[in-house]
């Protein structure tokens, strides 16, 4: 499984962005989806999580601001993030998860600054 994360860039504090997570030939609707983020120096954290069954899960710092959802026609995985701040400044990485298997995209930039 090839994941593909797109639409991170440069925002001012305050606006949005949105992170699409896609993958050629395999259906993202039998993964456990999530977002990760990774700034420099810390660790990859948690930001986003949307189960295969249930309601989606987030970070206590992006409760509000992001929603994790699924677009199987376009067979994507998206995180709508508004509000944001400088503290969101990282790579944003999709993963899908299918029992004891982990798939990675390849992480997208994201950068809130004035």
């Known amino acids: 499984v090839q994941l593909q994360a797109s639409g991170g860039g440069l925002v001012q504090p305050g606006g949005s962005l949105r992170l699409s997570c896609t993958a050629s030939g395999t259906p993202l609707g039998m993964f456990d989806m999530a977002w990760y983020r990774q700034a420099p120096g810390k660790q990859r954290d948690l930001v986003a999580r949307?189960?295969?069954?249930?309601?989606?899960t987030y970070a206590d710092s992006v409760k509000g601001r992001f929603t994790i959802s699924r677009d199987s026609a376009k067979n994507t995985v998206n995180l709508q993030m508004d509000s944001l701040e400088a503290e969101d400044t990282a790579v944003y990485y999709c993963?899908?998860?299918?029992?004891?298997?982990?798939?990675w995209g390849q992480g997208t930039q994201v950068t809130v600054s004035s």
């Open positions: 993963r899908a998860g299918l029992n004891d298997r982990e798939y």
């Open positions: 949307l189960p295969i069954w249930g309601a989606a």
